[in-house]
Nanobody, 123 residues
Framework: VELVESGGGSVQSGGSLRLSCAAS????????MGWFRQAPGKERERVAT???????TYAESGKGRLTISQDNAKNTLYLQINSLRPEDTAMYYC??????????????????WGQGTQVTVSS
């Protein structure tokens, strides 16, 4: 499975972005898919995950501002981020692991990664 992210950019605080992750190479219905982010000098952290039956988990810091979704026809995963804050500034990565129902919290358990897309939020 190949993952290619897009949609990052520079926005002002309070703005919105929609990140996309195009997946190719296998049926992602057997995968847990997720978004992670890593700010400079910080540990990579989970943002949101969705399993093959549509169960979604959001990081506490993003609840109410995030929406993860997928378009099965396009094999594309999305992350809508609203009310962006400077602390959301990070490289955002799409990731997958072959686990239909269980989505691990730790980024170390995901074995498929995209190249990342940068999100920069200015105050």
């Amino acid at each position: 499975v190949e993952l290619v992210e897009s949609g990052g950019g520079s926005v002002q605080s309070g703005g919105s972005l929609r990140l996309s992750c195009a997946a190719s190479g296998a049926s992602w219905r057997r995968y847990c898919m997720g978004w992670f982010r890593q700010a400079p000098g910080k540990e990579r952290e989970r943002v949101a995950t969705i399993n093959s039956v549509g169960t979604i988990t959001y990081a506490e810091s993003g609840k109410g501002r995030l929406t993860i979704s997928q378009d099965n026809a396009k094999n594309t995963l999305y992350l809508q981020i609203n009310s962006l804050r400077p602390e959301d500034t990070a490289m955002y990565y799409c990731a997958a692991v072959s686990s239909a129902n269980y989505c691990p919290e730790s980024w170390r358990l995901y074995n498929l990664w995209g190249q990342g897309t940068q999100v920069t939020v200015s105050s």
